[in-house]
């Protein structure tokens, strides 16, 4: 199959001549809103340009990642299952990227490749909009995979009292744990790793939280990480419960509503992550002429 196939995709560089071409590119691909996105941030700047999406087989990243560059592409976002793909194919990596282990936005320049991550900085700049302090906050993670990952640098930079990493086993966690032991020490952040079930014990775990984010990808299947009992022991009716699945109320938010606390999905991370792209892209002296939160605000409409 040709990685490029503009009759499914309409991506093709090839196709729009005079016009940066962009993509997003995952599997599967076709509920994104990336497209919907970029198209309004690309109007509020007045930015000529084209973004679709791409949809390579699993093993065929790299592949149709070189066709979309050598064919004339700009940049391109990447989504599961793709982002150490996109960390193995750039030739460099900013400093987030290198810290979060995975890239999520590539862009060519100079002939080069570069990536980066903005999950992060996209899931912290959704929180203070939403008004979560995380500043002297005490943080849960819920997770230890690549999506925890791309997060906990930006999170420690915002000086949280405590991040608490917590996964279904210790040794991803602990693993993360040693991986940003000197960010956090530098920012006197208190990281420490759990297991899920460590959750549901009052000795272990003595304090609620004030931002449980999960990470898991549990809400994709009508799952929560969290037990009936780890509920009852971190959520205060002042806690926020954070979901990084967007589209829907998942059973983790259903969890943190009963116990009186507030739930946001995942959607302004969406945004906010796209718009950190679109200034790489097109150049940071675009930010005073996009509105992130104007955009959400249509999506949520």
């Given at each position: 199959m040709n990685p490029l196939n503009p009759a499914d995709l309409h991506t093709d560089p090839s196709l729009f001549v005079g016009t940066d071409v962009y993509a997003v590119t995952g599997n599967p691909i076709s509920h994104t809103k990336?497209?919907?996105?970029?198209?309004?941030?690309?109007?509020?700047?007045?930015?000529?340009?084209?973004?679709?999406?791409?949809?390579?087989?699993?093993?065929?990243?790299?592949?149709?990642?070189?066709?979309?560059?050598?064919?004339?592409?700009?940049?391109?976002?990447?989504?599961?299952?793709?982002?150490?793909?996109?960390?193995?194919?750039?030739?460099?990596?900013?400093?987030?990227?290198?810290?979060?282990?995975?890239?999520?936005?590539?862009?060519?320049?100079?002939?080069?490749?570069?990536?980066?991550?903005?999950?992060?900085?996209?899931?912290?700049?959704d929180l203070l909009a939403q008004g979560i302090a995380l500043h002297q906050s005490r943080i849960l993670l819920l997770g230890a995979g690549g999506a925890a990952r791309g997060v906990i640098g930006p999170l420690l930079q915002q000086s949280p009292k405590c991040l608490?990493?917590?996964?279904?086993?210790?040794?991803?966690?602990?693993?993360?744990v040693k991986l940003f032991a000197?960010?956090?020490?530098?920012?006197?952040?208190?990281?420490?790793?759990?297991?899920?079930?460590?959750?549901?014990?009052?000795?272990?775990?003595?304090?609620?939280?004030?931002?449980?984010?999960?990470?898991?990808?549990?809400?994709?299947?009508?799952?929560?990480?969290?037990?009936?009992?780890?509920?009852?022991?971190?959520f205060v009716p002042s806690s926020?419960?954070?979901?990084?699945?967007?589209?829907?109320?998942?059973?983790?938010?259903?969890?943190?509503?009963?116990k009186g606390a507030r739930v946001s999905d995942g959607l302004g991370m969406l945004v906010e992550q796209a718009a950190d792209a679109f200034l790489l892209w097109r150049g940071e002296q675009l930010a005073t002429a996009i509105d992130p939160r104007a955009v959400l605000a249509k999506l949520r409409s």
């Open positions: 990336s497209p919907d996105i970029h198209r309004r941030f690309a109007e509020q700047a007045k930015q000529k340009m084209h973004y679709g999406r791409l949809q390579p087989d699993i093993n065929a990243f790299a592949v149709a990642a070189k066709s979309f560059f050598d064919a004339g592409g700009k940049g391109m976002n990447v989504t599961v299952p793709f982002k150490l793909d996109a960390q193995a194919f750039a030739d460099v990596l900013t400093s987030r990227a290198q810290l979060a282990g995975a890239v999520n936005t590539l862009w060519i320049k100079d002939s080069k490749i570069y990536g980066d991550n903005t999950d992060g900085a996209g899931l912290v700049r608490v990493i917590a996964n279904r086993s210790n040794a991803k966690a602990d693993e993360l000197d960010l956090a020490a530098s920012q006197e952040v208190a990281l420490e790793a759990r297991t899920l079930l460590e959750l549901e014990n009052a000795t272990t775990t003595p304090y609620p939280f004030d931002l449980i984010i999960n990470a898991t990808a549990a809400g994709l299947i009508d799952e929560s990480p969290l037990s009936a009992q780890a509920v009852a022991n971190i926020f419960a954070y979901d990084m699945v967007y589209g829907k109320s998942t059973a983790f938010m259903q969890q943190a509503l009963q």
